[in-house]
T-cell receptor, first 116, second 115 residues
Framework: GAGVSQTPSNKVTEKGKYVELRCDPI?????LYWYRQSLGQGPEFLIY????????DSGLPNDRFFAVRPEGSVSTLKIQRTERGDSAVYLC??????????????FGPGTRLTVL | AQSVTQLGSHVSVSEGALVLLRCNYS??????LFWYVQYPNQGLQLLLK??????LVKGINGFEAEFKKSETSFHLTKPSAHMSDAAEYFC?????????????FGKGNQVVVIP
């Protein structure tokens, strides 16, 4: 079946602009995660959705970052007033949430964001 | 808070030789541990996971890892490297509460296979 998809695959923007990154999870997966991967680093957790609600947004770096999942499937990560330090690969993952901590997360290919 | 440490960002291994990637964890609760692989321009793919059942975990592509509580380790091994094993490998620990499996990743190991 189809895996997790993310669009766009690449996004180049100018400092101060607004961007939206989209994630389409695997159909039927109720849990959705966003991570950010900077060059030479492992992914860092940003936010977790269970259904439509953000159950854990403790990883969002500041209030310029926001994410939604209005119908419990597609999610959008929104970044306002982008800064050069926001340049990274943004990863989305989904899981069926059958047992919580042991659940496998299925990752999308990521969106590479470059802020000039 | 739960965390993992991976040492040595780049690992070179000869084709046919043992692959050994080290991961040490820190956790105040029984850990759930994962190894993921990332091929160029692809998403992370689960290799294997430890969820408190058998301490020796077998995964895909001939990889396995052994959970050693006394050493707080979860090292990844493969007896014989193939060229197709060239990729980046990440160890991760679950940091969430029940229902929330947010992962904390190590910095990763870039594996280069030498013919």
């Amino acid at each position: 079946g189809a895996g997790v998809s993310q669009t766009p695959s690449n996004k180049v923007t100018e400092k101060g602009k607004y961007v939206e990154l989209r994630c389409d999870p695997i159909s039927g997966h109720t849990a959705l995660y966003w991570y950010r991967q900077s060059l030479g680093q492992g992914p860092e957790f940003l936010i977790y959705f269970q259904g439509t609600g953000a159950a854990d947004d403790s990883g969002l770096p500041n209030d310029r970052f926001f994410a939604v999942r209005p119908e419990g499937s597609v999610s959008t990560l929104k970044i306002q007033r982008t800064e050069r330090g926001d340049s990274a690969v943004y990863l989305c993952a989904s899981s069926p949430r059958t047992s919580g901590r042991a659940d496998t997360q299925y990752f999308g290919p990521g969106t590479r964001l470059t802020v000039l | 808070a739960q965390s993992v440490t991976q040492l040595g960002s780049h690992v070179s291994v000869s084709e046919g030789a043992l692959v050994l990637l080290r991961c040490n964890y820190s956790s105040s609760v029984p850990p759930y541990l994962f190894w993921y692989v990332q091929y160029p321009n692809q998403g992370l793919q689960l290799l294997l996971k430890y969820t408190s059942a058998a301490t020796l975990v077998k995964g895909i592509n001939g990889f396995e890892a052994e959970f050693k509580k006394s050493e707080t380790s979860f090292h990844l091994t493969k007896p014989s490297a193939h060229m197709s094993d060239a990729a980046e490998y990440f160890c991760a620990v679950s940091r969430g509460d029940y229902g929330n499996n947010r992962l904390a990743f190590g910095k990763g190991n870039q594996v280069v296979v030498i013919p």
